[in-house]
């Protein structure tokens, strides 16, 4: 916590009280002085900034409202402030932690369609999607907001449509109220230990050093993309599961292995950065293999993935659940040549949108294989 604590940018957040439960990420070095009831932060001057040309905004009428909310490329250009911070937090990343969440609960078996148990997942929903999921994805803009301002300069960072005070403001609220919420499942549950909280503040600190430096996983196209992946599969699962019942060693295995497909699955919003990766030196896999070879890397690892889970069904005894997860990475691999294959920069949305269901399906019988 306390590496989380020294890097923050220059705000005064007044209005928060004192609270251990957690604090952001965010781009320059701080100093942070508890004041009775409040924290005052400073920001310390830094040596180094890449400076960009940013034009004040998209061309109009270029963009999509949709897109916009939705938090994806090809958004309309927005003043309004709360379009604008929900366009940060990406709406559209939010559902493979949602659906990792249902497939925690149905791997452990003990969910049931209860008042009381579906509060609960929604509870658990609303904690992994748009507070702690919504918090990696805008510090990860604001981290990122030299690359966009190359890339995608009509962002609301670096086109300045937002604030530096209300960016970090968002952050700080996105986090301390997914925390609250990972702590409150733990009592609702019952748990001695609390183990959500632990998950939460875990993947939190993975989200920080994932986008921040010194370390900026994302830096590293194998750890960065697998820390991603993990983080959309394996965190949401442990938590729906560690809800409703234990976890056990063979399914956090079971699902860091799936996190191998969600490796792949990051490298798909790798080719869209390339220019920018590569100005700044990042070595995402694009940049550091080629498009060609990135894309192979790409599926191989999506499907690969899939297939092992397969066999390993298969090798437990569970072969109708293994021939369901071969039949659902089917339409995966044909999409893979319809769109990824051809141009990853130009179908990455529609390869998305049309692959990506059979894998989540995937995932949930998987989960629903481990249940019995």
Same mark, same amino acid.
């Given at each position: 916590m306390a590496s989380l604590l020294n890097t923050v940018p220059s705000i005064r957040l007044s209005s928060f009280k004192c609270n251990p439960l957690r604090a952001p990420h965010l781009s320059y070095p701080i100093s942070l002085t508890p004041s009775r009831s409040r924290f005052v932060v400073r920001a310390a001057e830094t040596d180094s900034e890449v400076k960009a040309t940013v034009p004040d905004k998209a061309p109009p009428a270029s963009g999509s409202s949709i897109n916009q909310i939705l938090g994806i490329k090809g958004a309309k250009q927005e003043t309004d402030k709360w379009k604008i911070r929900v366009q940060l937090t990406k709406p559209v990343t939010w559902p493979p932690l949602v659906w990792g969440v249902v497939c925690g609960a149905a791997a452990s078996g003990n969910f049931h369609w209860t008042p009381e148990d579906v509060a609960k997942s929604i509870v658990c929903m609303l904690m992994s999607g748009p507070f702690l999921t919504g918090y990696t994805q805008t510090i990860n803009d604001w981290y990122d907001r030299e690359i966009d301002a190359i890339n995608e300069p009509y962002r609301p960072i670096p086109s300045g449509a937002i604030s530096e005070n209300e960016v970090i403001t968002q952050i700080w609220v996105l986090l301390l109220g997914g925390l609250a919420l990972g702590g409150l499942l733990d009592v609702w549950a019952g748990h001695d230990t609390p183990v959500i909280f632990y998950l939460a503040l875990g993947g939190s600190l993975l989200s920080y050093i994932y986008s921040a430096p010194p370390l900026k996983l994302k830096q590293n196209g194998w750890i960065g993309n697998f820390a991603l992946g993990s983080s959309y599969i394996s965190l949401p699962w442990w938590a729906g599961q560690a809800l409703f019942g234990t976890l056990t060693p063979d399914v956090i295995v079971l699902t860091l292995l799936y996190s191998?497909?969600?490796?792949? !699955?990051? !490298?798909?919003?790798?080719? @869209?950065?390339?220019?920018?990766?590569?100005?700044?030196?990042?070595?995402?896999?694009? $940049?550091? +293999?080629?498009?060609?070879?990135?894309?192979? !890397?790409? $599926?191989?690892?999506?499907?690969?993935?899939?297939?092992?889970?397969?066999?390993?069904? +298969?090798?437990?005894?569970?072969?109708?659940?293994? =021939?369901? =997860?071969?039949?659902?990475?089917?339409?995966?691999?044909? *999409?893979? +040549? @319809?769109? +990824?294959? @051809?141009?990853? $920069?130009?179908?990455? $949305?529609?390869?998305?949108?049309?692959?990506?269901? *059979?894998?989540? =399906?995937?995932?949930?019988?998987?989960?629903?294989?481990?249940?019995?």
């Amino acid at each position: 916590m306390a590496s989380l604590l020294n890097t923050v940018p220059s705000i005064r957040l007044s209005s928060f009280k004192c609270n251990p439960l957690r604090a952001p990420h965010l781009s320059y070095p701080i100093s942070l002085t508890p004041s009775r009831s409040r924290f005052v932060v400073r920001a310390a001057e830094t040596d180094s900034e890449v400076k960009a040309t940013v034009p004040d905004k998209a061309p109009p009428a270029s963009g999509s409202s949709i897109n916009q909310i939705l938090g994806i490329k090809g958004a309309k250009q927005e003043t309004d402030k709360w379009k604008i911070r929900v366009q940060l937090t990406k709406p559209v990343t939010w559902p493979p932690l949602v659906w990792g969440v249902v497939c925690g609960a149905a791997a452990s078996g003990n969910f049931h369609w209860t008042p009381e148990d579906v509060a609960k997942s929604i509870v658990c929903m609303l904690m992994s999607g748009p507070f702690l999921t919504g918090y990696t994805q805008t510090i990860n803009d604001w981290y990122d907001r030299e690359i966009d301002a190359i890339n995608e300069p009509y962002r609301p960072i670096p086109s300045g449509a937002i604030s530096e005070n209300e960016v970090i403001t968002q952050i700080w609220v996105l986090l301390l109220g997914g925390l609250a919420l990972g702590g409150l499942l733990d009592v609702w549950a019952g748990h001695d230990t609390p183990v959500i909280f632990y998950l939460a503040l875990g993947g939190s600190l993975l989200s920080y050093i994932y986008s921040a430096p010194p370390l900026k996983l994302k830096q590293n196209g194998w750890i960065g993309n697998f820390a991603l992946g993990s983080s959309y599969i394996s965190l949401p699962w442990w938590a729906g599961q560690a809800l409703f019942g234990t976890l056990t060693p063979d399914v956090i295995v079971l699902t860091l292995l799936y996190s191998i497909a969600g490796l792949g !699955i990051a !490298i798909v919003n790798d080719f @869209k950065s390339i220019e920018g990766d590569r100005a700044m030196g990042l070595q995402s896999l694009p $940049v550091a +293999f080629g498009s060609e070879t990135a894309k192979w !890397i790409c $599926v191989g690892a999506i499907d690969l993935t899939q297939l092992s889970v397969a066999g390993y069904l +298969f090798s437990v005894g569970k072969p109708y659940y293994a =021939l369901a =997860l071969l039949g659902l990475t089917a339409p995966q691999i044909f *999409f893979q +040549f @319809k769109y +990824f294959l @051809k141009d990853p $920069v130009k179908y990455d $949305v529609k390869y998305q949108a049309s692959a990506q269901p *059979f894998l989540v =399906l995937g995932l949930l019988v998987t989960a629903l294989a481990t249940s019995h």
